[in-house]
């Protein structure tokens, strides 16, 4: 099966902060990579994308880092605040196929 | 503003029940989704379907069967309701082509 490796499973940052979440694949086949937020009581938002023609994409404080050749990518979010506070999933597919998700990081972002 | 909408957002039923879960998307998709999420394991596909009429089966199907008659609505039938059902059921819906998934706001179903 197609997996996708969310690393960790929960994290805690103080205001201010950078909060680092990593996922690792597998299928080399893979080339689109979003990352969705969720807050409690919501269904995932999509949050931020890339395609690996690019080795970063930006989106005010959220950041992807993608590195082709270790089949790994990451969020950053910058200047973490309490808002963020959610469960941040990571995903993958290709072409027509489903997505697979890896399995959740709760993120708490202290005061 | 694109919208997926559930019929439910809290659901009680009892073992051996049969439980309709209702989908609608505004955004004339051709792609919809049925995920069950539970803590620790993330979001599991149940099913989807590419078009009217159409369905494929996900990674954990059993006792679930779907139905898509029109294009925005994409039901999740549980045939007779057990208590391993007892999660939240996301539905999603994605344009032909496109990658990104837009989601509702999901269904927390009980089974007593």
């Known amino acids: 099966q197609q997996q996708v490796k969310q690393s960790p499973q929960s994290l805690i940052v103080q205001k201010g902060g950078i909060s680092i979440i990593n996922c690792a694949y597998e299928?080399?086949?893979?080339?689109?990579f979003p990352w969705y937020q969720q807050f409690p009581g919501k269904g995932p938002a999509l949050l931020i994308a890339?395609?690996?023609?690019?080795s970063e994409k930006k989106e005010g404080r959220f950041t992807i880092s993608f590195n082709k050749s270790a089949k790994q990518f990451s969020l950053h979010i910058m200047d973490s605040q309490p808002g963020d506070s959610a469960t941040y999933f990571c995903a993958a597919n290709s072409g027509y196929s489903t997505l697979t998700f890896g399995k959740g990081t709760m993120l708490l972002v202290s005061p | 503003d694109v919208k997926v909408t559930q019929s439910s957002r809290y659901l009680v039923k009892r073992t051996g029940e049969k439980v309709f879960l209702e989908c609608v998307q505004d955004m004339d998709h051709e792609n919809m989704f049925w995920y069950r999420q539970d803590p620790g394991l993330g979001l599991r596909l149940i099913y989807f379907s590419y078009d009217v009429k159409m369905k494929e089966k996900g990674d954990i199907p059993e006792g679930y069967s779907v139905s898509r008659e029109k294009k925005e609505r994409f039901s999740l039938i549980l045939e007779s309701a057990s208590t391993n059902q007892t999660s939240m059921y996301l539905c999603?819906?994605?344009?032909?082509?496109?990658?990104?998934?837009?989601f509702g706001p999901g269904t927390r179903l009980t089974v007593l």
């Open positions: 890339i395609r690996p023609d690019v």
């Open positions: 999603a819906s994605r344009e032909l082509g496109l990658a990104g998934e837009f």
């Open positions: 299928n080399t086949a893979f080339d689109y």
